[in-house]
């Protein structure tokens, strides 16, 4: 019978997109008040999506993505999507822009083998958490460089986004060894 282990700790992550600088920087201020201080983040890019969000969000989009706090238990992910989903909702009510959605939240997380992201979205290569969310691998960390896949949006598929992701990998390695929050050897082998 194959024995359950402990869960690696993650670095949570979200992609912040708004074509305004000041609703960016109100969502990482309000994700820095729930989940800790930004700790490693890519700068300002274009975002396009070949005009999908233009409509609800606006030309001109801009993204950046963000790692925030210490590493932490990836189980909540589903939580996570809930709970930015719900600071867009505030953030749309609560504005005088005249889009119907100026900001978009893409939270996920890096572990050691992957970028994970969640989405509200179903697909085929996506997997149902809970509530209406779904997680998919978007990158792959395989021969010591970044993967990614079929389905992996164009933003991700970048050098920066990748960088970015050695940086959080990097950074969740130095606190796995550090506290010896790893899985054994032995217990990799009786699986």
Request: hydrophobic share 35%; proline share 4%.
């Amino acid at each position: 019978m194959a024995k359950i282990q402990s869960v690696e700790p993650v670095i949570r992550i979200c992609a912040v997109i708004s074509r305004y600088e000041a609703t960016r920087q109100w969502a990482i201020d309000q994700l820095c008040g729930r989940w800790g201080e930004a700790v490693v983040n890519t700068t300002v890019m274009p975002f396009e999506a070949g005009g999908y969000y233009e409509t609800e969000m606006g030309a001109g989009l801009e993204k950046t993505i963000v790692a925030f706090g210490s590493p932490c238990d990836p189980s909540p992910l589903a939580d996570w999507k809930l709970e930015t989903n719900a600071l867009e909702r505030q953030y749309a009510s609560a504005s005088e822009a005249t889009e119907p959605r100026p900001l978009n939240l893409d939270c996920g997380y890096v572990t050691q083998a992957k970028l994970v992201l969640a989405t509200t979205k179903d697909r085929d290569h996506r997997i149902y958490l809970r509530d209406g969310i779904f997680a998919e691998v978007t990158l792959t960390y395989v021969h010591r460089q970044w993967i990614d896949h079929r389905w992996t949006y164009p933003d991700y598929r970048t050098e920066e986004v990748k960088q970015f992701a050695n940086q959080c990998r990097s950074r969740l390695r130095q606190h796995i060894k550090s506290t010896r929050q790893f899985r054994s050897r032995a217990s990799r082998q009786s699986t």
